[in-house]
């Protein structure tokens, strides 16, 4: 029997990816210390990293490739570096995610590090309703709602099943 994998996989930002609300414990500007992986600092170096196994789990989405990789965060952070980009997006480019594990269970060196932003092929970062975002994605896409699955920490995000999408809830993050 072979896995189905859905042909959009969304993921909410806050306590879904990582241990936070970008829009209220970070400071900007962001920064990154040298070429440290899965981790950026804001202006008081608070840390900003993706939960233990979501790089991995971004790698493996991004290898089988047969899956669009969203990010879906309903985020009021504000803009950062002159009103160009927001904290998310700024955390997601700046996040190095380190080499997937080969399958002998050491790093996989070939591949290198890689910014996070890459993982994904759709971003809707902004206020408002997880259906607003949903219907945007399926809009660009063309993909089914059907055939889309969403991890996300509030049930209140549930809202989307009603267009017919799979949430799984997240409770407690990755």
Known sequence: MSLRIPKLIAFDLDYTLWDLWIDTHVTGPLHRHKNTTNEVLDKHN???????????????????????????SRTHAPRLLNGKRDRARQALGLLLLPPPKAKDGGDDDDDGVV????????????PGSKLTHFKK???RTGIPYSEMLFFDDEHRNAEVEELGEWVQACMTGY
């Open 115 to 126: 910014p996070a932003i890459k993982f994904f092929d759709e971003l809707e970062i902004y």
């Open 46 to 72: 608070y840390k900003i990293k993706f939960y233990k196994d979501v790089p991995e789990i971004l790698h493996r989405l991004r290898d089988a490739g047969a899956t669009t990789i969203a990010a879906c």
């Open 137 to 139: 994605l399926h809009e």
